[in-house]
Each structure stands twice: as structure tokens, then as C-alpha cells.
């Protein structure tokens, strides 16, 4: 995969795709393990959001 934002942008992607592996829906369970791995998901979510789609977001 290739990033061209840099690893900050590519972390949240990879620890999402991760945790896919365990539960493929995205329940309130998957999501807290998200959290477990990335506290800060939410802030990183908004960040790649930004850096894919800009102001349109």
C-alpha cells in the first residue's frame, strides 16, 4: 500500500483494517478495539478524512 500523506495517514487505515480481521462489521465492540489500539482514532479519522477529500468533508 502505498501512502502518500506519510505514515501518519496510513496508521489509522492499517490498525482499522487490523481489527477487521477479528470483527467485520462495525460494531461498538469493533470500534473499542480500534480504540484500544489508536486512543486518538477519532482525531486520525478526521485527519485522513482531510487529507482525502479536503474542504469537501
Known sequence: M???RGISTCK???IHELCQTVGKSHTRE????????MP???RQ????ERAAF???V
Open 40 to 42: 486518538d482514532w477519532k
Open 30 to 37: 469493533f470500534w473499542a478495539l480500534v480504540e484500544k489500539q
Open 2 to 4: 502505498r501512502c502518500g
Open 12 to 14: 489509522p487505515v492499517v
Open 45 to 48: 479519522h478526521e485527519v485522513l
Open 54 to 56: 479536503g474542504d469537501m
